[in-house]
């Protein structure tokens, strides 16, 4: 299983960001095998869009479940049309949120209230 | 001509130089008045127009032809606004995010993107009673665009070569204020005499430069705050065309959409005289 995880910065010490589409990276952790692939995040300083940007990314890396803060509803989109299951942790080392997420502590996203109404006002 | 009316900070009171400029115009020649704030028109409150032609203000969004969509993510590359994003097989478009640029479509390799129009706001116009052609934009609630709406509303309305055109824009000096200023022949910039009037009047003044515009500055609710306005219009060569004193009373008439220059009528004399020196130095300018 491929795990994805926001963090704040680029290194082994990074800890959990909780915005999803501005943070620093991602690391990717296979839980088989133990390995951690750090990413940069290409959308970390995207004029605009940066939720959907970050979320292709990690469509494209290709991720069995996604866990940072919360996701916005562009992002939600994109990542709902891959198979991944999205999680929220608010803060932690990538130690500590995994070992929540292995626990069963780490609430699943569902997509906020009026999520879509938010993008599909009337009229459009 | 072309004058814009135009401030930097917002609530300095653009609107009700606008408008009772276009009055005092319109009882010596033929005025057009363009409402470009779009996000919040309000014009119309002191103009009184009938609103009797309407269009729609679009922007042309890309829709994915599913069926000859061959996944390359061309479209999503392309795309400098992250309004396109691919996830496996599906093609996302965001069209809130989208700036009707047609790159898209453009470059898309297999030919599988179509535009359509997708609703920003509407476009009004009429005449008021006073003779004044009048038109505004007005920006959907929650439309992130206003540019768009802005550029349709003064392609749409054009005025004719005998008018006099007033341009009520919108605060601040970002895309929306340059697309206003875009055109025009001298900015009128309204403020207030506060330390914060002066920052965004610095800001407004900087554009006017960056447009090679003429500009000349209005003081309203003079009387607040400090001289660093009066001093910096002096220090830069702005002229200060007209000071209009705090006055309760005239905040209360305005708020009940009596233009200035019926609640004051000696404003009509001092209007004229700013339009005579806006005038003046447009022919200067033109020598």
Excluded at chain 2, 225 to 231: E, P, V, W, Y
Aim: with cysteine.
């Amino acid at each position: 299983m491929k795990i994805a995880i926001s963090t704040n910065t680029l290194s082994p010490e990074a800890r959990l960001e909780p915005r999803f589409g501005r943070a620093a990276a991602f690391v990717f952790v296979d839980t088989e095998t133990g390995e951690r692939l750090p990413q940069a995040n290409p959308a970390a300083s995207a004029a605009g869009g940066a939720g959907i940007q970050a979320a292709e990314f990690i469509v494209r890396q290709g991720a069995d479940a996604v866990i940072s803060g919360t996701f916005g509803p562009n992002a939600y989109e994109v990542l709902e049309a891959s198979s991944a299951t999205l999680y929220c942790a608010q803060s932690g080392t990538i130690d500590e949120v995994l070992q929540r997420f292995r626990n069963g502590q780490l609430d699943q996203f569902e997509g906020g209230p009026g999520r879509r109404g938010h993008r599909r006002r009337g009229g459009r | 001509m072309i004058i814009a009316v135009a401030s930097g900070k917002g609530g300095t009171g653009k609107t009700t130089i606008a408008t009772s400029l276009a009055l005092v115009l319109a009882s010596h020649r033929s005025v057009c008045f363009l409402d470009c704030d779009v996000e919040a028109p309000n014009a119309h409150l002191f103009l009184e127009p009938m609103l009797d032609v309407r269009k729609l203000a679009v922007l042309p969004v890309p829709q994915i032809d599913q069926a000859r969509c061959q996944h390359q993510g061309t479209c999503a590359k392309v795309c400098q606004f992250n309004a396109i994003a691919i996830a496996g097989e599906t093609v996302l478009v965001f069209p809130d995010l989208c700036h009707g640029c047609g790159s898209c479509m453009l470059n898309c390799p297999a030919g599988a993107i179509i535009e359509q129009p997708h609703r920003l706001g509407i476009l009004e116009s009429g005449r008021a009673n006073t003779g004044i052609r009048f038109a505004r934009g007005v920006l959907d609630i929650g439309q992130p665009l206003a540019v768009p709406v802005i550029r349709q509303l003064k392609q749409w309305f054009r005025p004719r070569p005998d008018e006099t055109v007033i341009i009520d824009a919108p605060p601040g000096t970002s895309c929306p204020t340059v697309e206003s200023l875009q055109g025009a022949d001298y900015a009128l910039l309204v403020t207030e005499p506060t330390p914060f009037g002066l920052h965004d009047l610095k800001l407004a003044y900087e554009l006017t430069g960056e447009l090679g515009l003429p500009a000349g500055v209005i003081i309203n609710r003079d009387g607040i705050g400090d001289s660093s306005t009066r001093d910096f219009c002096a220090s830069v060569d702005l002229p200060v065309l007209l000071h209009i004193p705090l006055d309760r009373a005239l905040t209360e008439g305005l708020a009940q959409g009596v233009p200035l220059v019926a609640l004051r009528p000696q404003y009509t004399a001092h209007l004229w005289r700013v339009l005579e020196m806006i005038g003046h130095r447009l022919r200067e300018t033109a020598c």
